[in-house]
């Protein structure tokens, strides 16, 4: 395609990259064929098609540790998202990465998350046990495949081989080179639509993907600590005892000795970010130099991560999941209202599957004679979508009490 002569010194998004970097302009390109944007490089139309999606929007009224109407101020998945997608952007900076590709794989990687966080993923996971289970992963897959209707053309989002790769594989390979799943049964979503157009189920990502994975660590890591302390389930004692978030404290309580609890939790937030993602750029650099990748083929050969923590900072980490794990995720107080959230998704799944009829317009043509499997995904599909504040709407539409979940 020619450009128009006014498009020829635009900035346009080919900037230099390492050799190691996804390079748009040699994308594997898209499902579909389409002709390339003047304006935009690939996967800089990714990050635009992702942002504008339904299933972006929805992002905003979805749990991540609290319930969104809990407060104002708590993360949702989407304000955890946006603090992925400025993480990933920075390693994949400092990485001469591609950033518009780390962005675009940060901006989808929760777009299969059902309402109420990793409670609405396991109510949903038990009640499809006899049809495969449910996978959020695989979901957000479905989701930019297929459940997206926007575009005349096509289902889904069309996007790239790259930022769907990047969905798919972000924490690592799936599948041994004769296509069985490593750790588990492959989700029938990805093993379906590998079939049509393979992802390399069972090499690494890309760097740009493994920045995003490792961003999602950092942020939720942090801002997790940030709405404990928020809720009152974690105070900055508490955190004392914690190498990572204690020695922190220790730095900014000897140099601040004045300062309120307020201030001491934001300050806290800021500099552990920053010490994380500054280890893993020392710690990725290291790692390159030693796998010295030629080009991005070669860092999904690879092996073995590049983009990751130090050893110190990787048993630092795990020591802060685990107390995170025992003290928030686990507290009675969060585990109150997963109880609930899961009631709410079982009866919602249990009244759809019994009757179809009562879906919306949209979503119930088609099902009176599919069977229990097919109806059952159709349901799955329809439940994973909502955001928190839909699902108690139904479930107050249909029942006669709904859990509260405050």
Not at 9 to 22: E, K, L, S, V
Not at 238 to 256: D, T, W
Not at 372 to 380: G, I
């Amino acid at each position: 395609m020619t450009e128009a002569p006014e498009l020829r010194d635009i900035g346009f998004g080919y900037r230099p990259r390492a050799a190691y970097a996804c390079d748009p302009a040699r994308s594997r390109g898209r499902f579909y064929g389409e002709t390339e944007s003047p304006t935009r490089t690939p996967f800089q139309r990714d990050r635009d098609r992702i942002i504008h999606s339904t299933a972006f929007r929805r992002l905003k009224h979805k749990t991540q540790v609290f319930v969104v109407h809990e407060s104002d101020h708590y993360r949702t998945r989407l304000t955890h998202t946006i603090e992925v997608a400025q993480i990933a952007r920075a390693l994949a900076r400092a990485l001469c990465c591609d950033e518009d590709l780390a962005e675009a794989i940060a901006l989808v990687h929760d777009f299969g998350h059902t309402p109420f966080g990793h409670t609405g993923e396991d109510a949903l996971d038990a009640k499809l046990k006899e049809w495969g289970g449910f996978d959020h992963n695989a979901q957000s897959l479905k989701i930019v495949t297929k459940l997206e209707r926007r575009y005349a053309e096509f289902d889904g989002l069309n996007l790239t081989w790259e930022t769907l790769e990047g969905l798919v594989k972000h924490n690592g390979p799936l599948a041994d080179v004769n296509g069985a799943g490593l750790e588990k049964p492959l989700p029938q979503p990805i093993r379906d639509f590998n079939e049509l157009y393979d992802l390399e189920l069972d090499r690494f990502a890309s760097l740009e993907a493994q920045c995003a994975a490792i961003a999602d660590d950092i942020a939720y890591d942090t801002h997790d600590i940030d709405d404990g302390l928020r809720s009152g389930l974690l105070t900055l004692d508490m955190l004392e005892e914690v190498a990572l978030p204690g020695s922190i404290l220790a730095a900014v309580r000897e140099r601040y000795p004045a300062l309120d609890a307020v201030r001491t939790g934001h300050e806290l937030m800021r500099r552990q970010i920053t010490i994380m993602v500054e280890d893993v750029i020392v710690a990725a650099k290291a790692n390159l130099s030693e796998v010295n990748p030629k080009n991005a083929d070669a860092v999904r050969a690879a092996g073995r991560p590049i983009v990751t923590f130090s050893p110190g900072m990787a048993q630092e980490e795990k020591q802060l999941k685990a107390f995170l794990y025992k003290n928030l995720y686990r507290h009675p107080d969060v585990l109150r209202m997963r109880m609930g959230a899961e009631q709410v998704v079982f009866d919602l799944f249990d009244a759809y599957f019994a009757d179809p009829s009562i879906m919306p317009e949209g979503w119930r043509e088609t099902l009176g004679r599919a069977d229990d499997r097919v109806k059952a995904r159709h349901v799955a599909d329809f439940l994973a979508g909502m955001t928190d504040t839909y699902a108690l709407k139904e479930h107050r539409r249909l029942f006669d009490h709904t859990p509260d979940l405050g």
